[in-house]
């Protein structure tokens, strides 16, 4: 059983930078993919980025693509999103999820939604709001 904790959310003016990260316990890390998404109010869950569980492959959306940065550290069981040049339309809960390893070449967004939409492990997420 993999749990997972999101931080590193807050207040931010447009512009801004954050770094978000997902601490895991209670499983193997290194032998899960991670996942961030985020929710936007009203909106439904998207995806945002992913690893693979060496941290070799990386998977991005268009919306996000050259602002943000997944990378991770499975000596500390944690994952990281990197945001730069944040928007207000980024405001939203940022949640990371861990799923099985799997090949991310020519991966599309809803294969990641799917992947990650069947796995238990899911953190309750750390909010995110940017000003304009």
């Known amino acids: 059983q993999v749990q997972l904790v999101e931080s590193g959310g807050g207040l931010v003016q447009a512009g801004g930078s954050l770094r978000l990260s997902c601490a895991a316990s209670?499983?193997?890390?290194?032998?899960?993919?991670m996942g961030w998404f985020r929710q936007p109010p009203g909106k439904e869950r998207e995806a945002v980025a992913a690893i693979s569980r060496r941290g070799g492959s990386t998977y991005y959306s268009n919306s996000v693509k050259g602002r943000f940065t997944i990378d991770r550290d499975n000596a500390k069981s944690t994952v990281y999103l990197q945001i730069n040049s944040l928007k207000p339309e980024d405001t939203a809960v940022y949640s990371c999820?861990?799923?099985?390893?799997?090949?991310?070449?020519?991966?599309?967004?809803?294969?990641?939604?799917?992947?990650?939409?069947?796995?238990?492990?899911w953190g309750q997420g750390t909010q995110v709001t940017v000003s304009s």
């Open positions: 999820a861990a799923a099985p390893n799997f090949a991310f070449s020519g991966i599309t967004t809803p294969q990641i939604m799917g992947i990650f939409q069947s796995s238990d492990y």
């Open positions: 209670g499983g193997t890390f290194s032998s899960y993919a």
